[in-house]
Every structure is written in structure tokens, then in C-alpha cells.
């Protein structure tokens, strides 16, 4: 969904309870909860610290006039600067609370799991592997009811939760379809999840809406919808075009706007992870733009590197930059790597049925946005992913941030 970041209001003289109140009434008669869905506070912050506490607004793209309504709302001064989600423990102390602007969904309670007992793990780490899509969607459906009753969690959680639904051996890859379809997100620079609130998406070519986010049987119940099925994922959810749902977000047409937004190849390691690996302990292989074939004692050149804990017996992917290390999804470190290569995939429009064929996956950000393009994962056809309802704009404006040249056929 839109690309987030955070601000911190620093409060003085009123108690934490009237601030939320405030806040709430001022995000709710602007219908500011597109820009502005959490906030984030310490319970009984107001009293512990003496009257002097902070307040943290998630963002997601809010104008600038957003921001000066904020310093004249009264609750308290803002802070300039802004942050990322690894910088909040700084503001706020692990024990914090949030309160979401969006629909309050009325949630079953989700069903007492035994307790994991596998280690826990990072969300963020992908291995390469190819998508398997062969599953009924039911027991996907059951997973994003239950995580929506969840809220959040961690990753020992979530797999946990995928294996008491009998879902395949590849919790990661359900995971990142679930990401991609604008469902789920990360927390804590990817040690944590959590489910977006509801949003009204639109196609990318504006033939229908289409539902993201929180969901349970007792809400969609209660709207006019229509289910499709899809294999390995939970149901499309289409909604009549002129819906409109009391508190539910009209995100528009979501996958342009966060094209939009994305960061060019070059720069994409910028979201990415630094990573300090204990040299000695790894070996090396470099990627030729195929396979893992180049043997290096050390990261000695620009690319992407399969690193072998000889200890631990473990496997982890990174891209070195000539200088740093950097972890992240496995998709976006084959594809800056390909592109250090001059190895771009081919790319084939077509205008008539508004369809892209891609030769392969791009970064997992980007291909988010051709996934909110029509709520459809891609389907394998003539050697390549297929993306449906895609807009000529769309397919343009990503063709520009990665490098890849387009092929147009009516």
C-alpha cells in the first residue's frame, strides 16, 4: 500500500485520553484516515511521564497542508523531523498501544492455536524458489480471516497459523503473496507483521473495485460483494462501483500512485538492510546472472552473493554494493543484480486487453503495484507472468524506475 513514515507530536498539559480524542475527531471530520490510519502511544503515558509524553502518527503520503493542521490542532508541538518504523523506540517505549482511524472491523476471535515451538525468524529474508499456486483457496481465506482477528504478530506465528490450516510447506511464499495483494505489511523492520486496514481499491484500468486488508465472514456478510475465487490466495473481493462504505478507505487506483512512489533499481538498495556477516565464517558465491557459479573468498565486486554459514548451516542472499551488504526480498536482489549485469526482462503490452506479460518477477514492491493493478496474482503464460488490467500509464512509469523496455501489441 502507500509508502509510510512517521511523525511525533510531543505533548504537554493534557492527558492522553482527551489528545486521542481530539485526534480522532480531527482525522474523522477531514476524512484524513487515508493519510493518517494509526497513531501510536505508551498506555498511561500522560501520568508515568509527568504530563510530558509522545504521540506517533503513521503517514502515508499526507500533503502538506496535512502537516499544518497538525501544528494548529492544539494537542501539542510536532516534531520536524521524520521517522522510520527501526527509529520508534527512541519516542516510545516497547510497551505501546495504537489506535486505528480506518472502519473499526468487528473481529471473530481467532482460534487458540497450540503454541509454536519453531524458533523465530525475519519476514524479510526471502530464499529463491519458484510460487506454487496449486492449493484450494479456502484455507487461505480461513488465514487472513484469522490473521485479521489477529491484528498483528510474528513470524513464528504466522507459520505456525499456516501450518494448524494445512497450507503448503512454504509459509514465506504465502506470505508474499498476501503482501503483494496489499493484505499484510511488515512492523519492526520485518521481524513482525500486520493486516492493513480495509481499503476500496480500484483497477488500474477503472472497470471494477475491488477489497484489500482486514476481512471476516460477519463483515463481508453485511456488503453487497461478489466473490471469485483464486487458487493459493484468498477470494477477490469485488464491490458494486458505487459502493460506498462508511469508514472503509477509497484508496483509488493504488497501484499507480504507489508506482509512483517507488525508488528507480539504482536506489532500491536504500530500503534494503545493511548487513555485518563475520567474514571468516561464510563462504562465497557470486551470481553470473543465472546461477550461483562464481566461487569469491570475500564480496569483491558489485552483485548479488549467496552467503553459507559454516557454522550454522545456513543459507541467506545478499547485494553487495562495493562497499555494503544488503539484505532483501529475493526478487528485488536478482533483479539489481541482473540490471548491474545490463540483463533487463523483456516486457510485452497489450493495449487491446490491457494485459502485460513479464519474462520474470519483478522486486517485491514493484510488482505489488501490477498485482493492485487488478487484485490478481500473476498467471504463468508463454514462458513468462501474466498481469491483468494493467494501464498503459502503469506499465510506463515502472518501465522508467526499473529500466525495462516495453513492447506494445494491440
Not at 230 to 235: A, I, L
Request: hydrophobic share 35%; glycine share 6%; with cysteine.
Amino acid at each position: 500500500m502507500a509508502e509510510k513514515t512517521y511523525r511525533a507530536i510531543q505533548c504537554r498539559r493534557i492527558g492522553l485520553n482527551q489528545a486521542l480524542k481530539t485526534l480522532r475527531a480531527f482525522v474523522r471530520e477531514r476524512r484524513l484516515a487515508e493519510y493518517i490510519p494509526f497513531v501510536r502511544y505508551e498506555k498511561n503515558a500522560d501520568t508515568r511521564c509527568r504530563g510530558e509524553y509522545y504521540i506517533v502518527l503513521e503517514m502515508h503520503q499526507a500533503p502538506n497542508e496535512v502537516l499544518q493542521q497538525l501544528q494548529e490542532l492544539g494537542i501539542g508541538i510536532p516534531i520536524p523531523e521524520e521517522l522510520t518504523e527501526g527509529s520508534l523506540d527512541a519516542w516510545l517505549s516497547p510497551n505501546r498501544e495504537s489506535t486505528q482511524f480506518f472502519r473499526q472491523v468487528y473481529l471473530e476471535k481467532p482460534a487458540q492455536f497450540s503454541r509454536p515451538t519453531a524458533p523465530s525468524d525475519d519476514l524479510s529474508e526471502f530464499s529463491e524458489g519458484e510460487e506454487s499456486y496449486l492449493q484450494s483457496n479456502e484455507p487461505f481465506n480461513k488465514l487472513l480471516y484469522w490473521l485479521s482477528a489477529r491484528g498483528s504478530g510474528t513470524w513464528q506465528i504466522f507459520r505456525h497459523a499456516c501450518e494448524q490450516l494445512g497450507i503448503d510447506n512454504k509459509p514465506r511464499q504465502v506470505f508474499r503473496r498476501l503482501r503483494l495483494l496489499g493484505h499484510l505489511g511488515y512492523l519492526d523492520q520485518g521481524r513482525r507483521w500486520q493486516v492493513y486496514p480495509p481499503y476500496l481499491v480500484q483497477s488500474a484500468d477503472g472497470s471494477y473495485r475491488y477489497l484489500v486488508g482486514q476481512r471476516t465472514p460477519s463483515l463481508l456478510k453485511n456488503l453487497p460483494v461478489e466473490r471469485f475465487p483464486q487458487r493459493g490466495t484468498p477470494d477477490l473481493i469485488k464491490v458494486p462501483p458505487r459502493f460506498a462504505a462508511e469508514g472503509f478507505c477509497e484508496a483509488g487506483i493504488a497501484s499507480l500512485r504507489l508506482a509512483e512512489s517507488l525508488p528507480s533499481w539504482r536506489d532500491l538498495p536504500n530500503r534494503w538492510q545493511a548487513l555485518d556477516l563475520p567474514m571468516l565464517r561464510y563462504l562465497f558465491n557470486r551470481w553470473d546472472g543465472a546461477e550461483f557459479s562464481i566461487r569469491v573468498e570475500r564480496p569483491d565486486q558489485v552483485g548479488l552473493y549467496r552467503c553459507e554459514d559454516t557454522e550454522k548451516q545456513s543459507i541467506r542472499y545478499a547485494f553487495y554494493d562495493g562497499s555494503t551488504l544488503w539484505q532483501g526480498d529475493w526478487y528485488g536482489l536478482q533483479y539489481v543484480a541482473n540490471a548491474h549485469l545490463n540483463l533487463f526482462p523483456r516486457c510485452v503490452y497489450s493495449q487491446a486487453h490491457h494485459t502485460c506479460l513479464l519474462e520474470r518477477h519483478l522486486p517485491d514492491l514493484h510488482e505489488c503495484a501490477l498485482v493492485l493493478a487488478s487484485g490478481i496474482l500473476p498467471e504463468k503464460r508463454d514462458g513468462g507472468l501474466l498481469f491483468r488490467h494493467v494501464s498503459a500509464a502503469l506499465i510506463n512509469t515502472l518501465s522508467d524506475k526499473l529500466g525495462f523496455s516495453v513492447s506494445y501489441k494491440d
